[in-house]
């Protein structure tokens, strides 16, 4: 009973598949899946041809006839395993979005995993199912966090809120994209980016690049939209995405558009920003708590800040995108 619970969608946390425990035993079905299609066809394939040879010097033998039939039937279901298991995956009710987890499997699991995430009861939760904890994050190595240039990063936790600036002109995504640009050459050294952490709840100790993106989002009208979350946990940010839908792995073929919310490292764990334009080799972002680059370099006084950066398209660096329904 616990697990149909857990399956249920919670439009507080905007994720249907938050239970790291079975998102893992639905991977792992789909790894035997796909191991059953890989395997058992090819010794069914060479048990037909054990049967053919047997036909051969035996053509009056009537059960290897059937034996024969048999095994190419048993071939054929497992090639069509796993579409059968879409199908049946299909039919559950909708409230359950079993059809979502079961895709996403993989992705899920992996982000769970990059997120250190605190598992509460149902019963004790008010109002959040799972939270986390951003309160060990020590302001000593701040490239240690928020910056895929140090290979490691990324927040945690996930809040926020606020309302829009009524002076933000601009419709859908250009409209993100002035926000952020506004807001280029504000940095650490002078205090200029607290108002993002602010904004979601944390303090000058905590990596902001999330809060950055949050912080444009809500000024843009986004966050109350419901078209982008509020979040400053990396991870939390490109499973948010993924859950509705709209997410798109770097190397899938698909082209960003100017105002996608981009996500770096394994599982989207290590940095965001905010995409303005892209070509097949890079992507051209704004992001905060980043090493300023061009014209903020001056402006940041060596330390990070909000800067526009280009980012070359691989995966590995890139892990990809969320398409805000502008």
């Known amino acids: 009973m616990q697990y149909v619970q857990l399956l249920e969608c919670s439009s507080t946390l905007g994720n249907c598949c938050n239970d790291y425990g079975l998102i893992t ?71 359950f979005k079993m059809s979502s987890c079961w895709e996403n499997a993989k992705i899920s699991r992996e982000i769970s995993a990059n997120s250190p995430l605190v598992y509460i009861k149902v019963t004790d939760r008010d109002p959040y199912a799972i939270v986390s904890d951003a309160s060990g994050y020590d302001k000593g190595d701040e490239k240690e966090y928020g910056d895929p240039d140090s290979g490691l990063g990324g927040g945690s936790s996930s809040s926020g809120g606020g309302s829009s600036s009524s002076t ?24 200029t980016h607290a108002k993002y952490e602010s ?66 490292g394994a599982g989207g764990s290590q940095h965001t920003g905010i995409v303005e334009r892209a070509d097949a080799n890079n992507i051209y972002t704004i992001e905060g708590n980043t090493s300023c680059e061009g014209a903020a370099q001056n402006q940041c006084g060596g330390s990070d800040g909000v800067s526009r950066k280009t980012r070359p398209r691989h995966t590995g660096y890139v892990f990809g995108y969320g398409t805000p329904a502008y």
């Open 199 to 264: 904004y979601s709840g944390l303090d000058t100790s905590q990596p902001w690049c999330a809060a950055f993106v949050t912080w444009c989002a809500g000024q843009a009208g986004f966050i109350q939209a419901g078209i982008i979350p509020s979040y400053v946990g990396c991870s939390a940010g490109a499973a948010w995405f993924q859950n509705k839908g709209r997410f798109h792995l770097e190397g899938s073929g698909y082209t960003p558009q100017p105002g996608d919310i981009v996500f770096y």
């Open 25 to 95: 035993i639905i991977d792992i079905t789909r790894k035997i899946f796909d191991l059953i299609q890989l395997v058992v066809p090819i010794l069914l394939i060479v048990m037909i041809t054990v049967q053919l040879v047997k036909m051969v010097v035996n053509p009056d033998d009537k059960k290897d006839t059937k034996k024969l039939i048999n095994k190419v039937i048993a071939t054929f279901i497992c090639f069509f395993l796993p579409v059968i298991a879409d199908v049946v995956v299909g039919l559950l009710p909708n409230n």
């Open 168 to 191: 933000v002109t601009g419709t859908g995504a250009q409209r993100l994209i002035s926000v952020a640009a506004a807001e280029i050459g504000n940095h650490e050294s002078n205090g």
